[in-house]
C-alpha cells in the first residue's frame, strides 16, 4: 500500500500548500491529470484480470484521492491555466477512458482484451513517470529543489520498486516494465536532490523565470482574446 502513502501523504502536503495559499503557484497540472488517467485504467485493468485484488485496491483508492486533488487544482488555477487543465480533464481522463473501455470491451474479447488493456495503461505509466522530467528541468534551470519536495522523489523511487518487485512475482511486464522506469526516475531525482538541496535560486535566474511567465501568460491571454 506504499501508493496510498505516497498520494495521501506526500502530494497531500503540495495540495495543503495550494489551498493555504490559494494559488497553484509554479506546479504544474499535467502531472495530476495523467496520474488520474493512469490510476483510473489501472483499477479497470485491475478489476478485468484475475487476482488483482492489491492493484485494483490501491488504484482505485487512489484514483478517487487524485480526482479531489484535481478539482482543488482547477478550483485555485488562475484562468488561463484552469481553461488548459479542464480541457485536458476532459479529453484524458473522461473521453480517453472511455474510449479504450467501450473498445476492450465491444470489439475484443479474453486476453487480447487484457493485454491491449494491459499494453495502453503500460505507456500511460511510462508518460507519467515521465511528467517529473519537468520538475528535474526546473531543479537544474533554478539550481533549487523547493518544487522537486525530497519526500516525492522518494516515495516515487519506493512505490516503482514495491510494484515493480509484485510485478516480477506476478510475472506481469506490463505493470513491471513502467515501474521499473519509475524507480529509475525516483533514484535520478533523488541524485538531484543531493546535489543542489543546499543551493539557492540565483536572484538573475529568478527574474528570468518570472519575465517568462509573465510573458506566457500574456501570451495566453492574446490567443484567448
Known amino acids: 500500500m506504499a501508493t496510498l502513502r505516497f498520494i495521501v501523504g506526500v502530494i497531500g502536503k503540495t495540495f495543503y500548500r495550494i489551498v493555504k495559499h490559494r494559488s497553484t503557484e509554479n506546479f504544474e497540472g499535467l502531472p495530476y491529470v495523467c496520474a488520474l488517467l493512469g490510476l483510473s485504467l489501472w483499477s ?4 478485468s484480470k484475475t487476482g488483482e485484488f ?6 482505485g483508492i487512489g484514483a ?7 478539482v482543488l487544482f482547477l478550483v485555485y488555477a488562475p484562468p488561463g491555466i484552469r481553461t488548459k487543465t479542464a480541457i485536458l480533464v476532459g479529453i484524458l481522463d473522461v473521453g480517453f477512458p472511455a474510449a479504450v473501455i467501450l473498445v476492450t470491451r465491444l470489439m475484443m474479447h479474453g486476453d487480447l482484451s487484457i ?15 515521465g511528467a517529473p522530467l519537468v520538475a528535474m528541468k526546473r531543479v537544474v534551470t533554478t539550481k533549487s529543489v523547493e518544487y522537486m519536495p525530497f519526500l516525492l522523489s522518494f516515495f516515487l523511487c519506493l512505490n516503482g520498486g514495491i510494484w515493480t518487485t509484485y510485478a516480477i512475482m506476478g510475472m506481469d511486464y506490463f505493470l513491471g516494465v513502467p515501474n521499473g522506469m519509475g524507480f529509475i526516475l525516483g ?3 533523488m541524485v538531484l536532490y543531493a546535489i543542489y538541496w543546499k543551493s539557492k535560486p540565483s536572484q538573475n535566474i529568478s527574474d528570468q523565470l518570472d ?15
Open 187 to 189: 533514484t535520478a531525482q
Open 44 to 47: 479497470y485493468y485491475a478489476v
Open 115 to 129: 493485454d491491449v488493456l494491459g499494453f495502453v495503461c503500460a505507456v500511460l505509466s511510462v508518460l507519467m513517470y
Open 54 to 59: 492489491p492493484l485494483a485496491t490501491s488504484n
Open 64 to 70: 478517487i484521492v487524485f480526482l479531489v486533488y484535481v
Open 211 to 225: 519575465d517568462e511567465c509573465q510573458h506566457m501568460h500574456l501570451i495566453n491571454e492574446s490567443c484567448e482574446d
